[in-house]
């Protein structure tokens, strides 16, 4: 089965600019979540989608990040405008059902300078 | 607020014996647990879960305890090879019928030597 698809893998920005991630789950997972890993630390629940709804975005900073999953498969996760602490590993990960092991995606590099 | 630990940042272990990776929690409303393995540059990539219910779960060369009341888990790797070379994240989960939430430690390096 084909894992989960994130692009790009890497992206170097300024601070205020805009940016934006992508991510195809595997296919036939209904449960999406993109995770903030900064370097040393790890990865931290940013949101999760059941399908196209919004299950949990307690830890996402609203003012700057947003995040959609239309039509209930590919999403997109943006960031505008970024800060020098959103320099990080932005990782997708996807799961059949709630509590079945998620499965990662390779992640996005962002370094913003 | 770190709910879940990992206070062995890095671990060096010579090829056939054994790897043991710790990490304590202090939520006691976590009820399932799972370790993470992750190669630079690829994401992490699931390992072995434990259940509340149980003390003990074994898949191969990997072993997981977890010590409810001392609120302690181990992943034991036995015997280590090469390719456990690895950080290993420990991560846990909130109560089944609810938003499954992990919450992940900072990981531990583990490097296996020849």
């Known amino acids: 089965e084909a894992g989960v698809a994130q692009s790009p893998r890497y992206k170097i920005i300024e601070k205020r600019q805009s940016v934006a991630f992508w991510c195809n789950p595997i296919?036939?997972?209904?449960?999406l979540y993109w995770y903030q890993q900064i370097l040393g630390q790890g990865p931290k629940l940013l949101i999760q989608?059941?399908?196209?709804?919004?299950?949990?975005d307690s830890q996402l900073p609203k003012d700057r990040f947003s995040a959609e999953r239309l039509k209930g498969v590919d999403s997109t996760l943006k960031i505008q405008p970024a800060k020098l602490e959103d320099s990080a590993v932005y990782l997708c990960?996807?799961?059949?059902?709630?509590?079945?092991?998620?499965?990662f995606g390779n992640g996005t590099r962002l370094t913003v300078t | 607020d770190q709910q879940v630990k990992q206070n062995s940042p890095s671990l060096s272990v010579q090829e056939g014996r054994i790897s043991i990776l710790n990490c304590d929690y202090t939520?006691?409303?976590?009820?399932?647990f799972l370790w993470y393995k992750k190669y630079p540059a690829e994401g992490p990539t699931f390992l072995i879960s434990?259940?509340?219910?149980?003390d003990k779960n074994e898949d191969g060369r990997f072993t997981v305890f977890l010590n409810k009341s001392a609120k302690h888990l181990s992943l034991h790797i036995v015997p280590s090879q090469p390719g456990d070379s690895a950080v290993y994240f420990c991560?846990?989960?909130?109560?089944?019928?609810?938003?499954?939430?992990?919450?992940f430690g900072t990981g531990t390096r583990l490097q296996v030597t020849l």
């Open positions: 990960a996807s799961s059949s059902h709630g509590l079945s092991p998620l499965h």
């Open positions: 296919s036939g997972h209904a449960t």
């Open positions: 989608f059941q399908n196209n709804g919004v299950v949990d």
């Open positions: 939520n006691s409303m976590f009820d399932y």
């Open positions: 434990i259940s509340s219910i149980k």
């Open positions: 991560a846990a989960s909130r109560p089944w019928g609810t938003a499954s939430k992990l919450t």
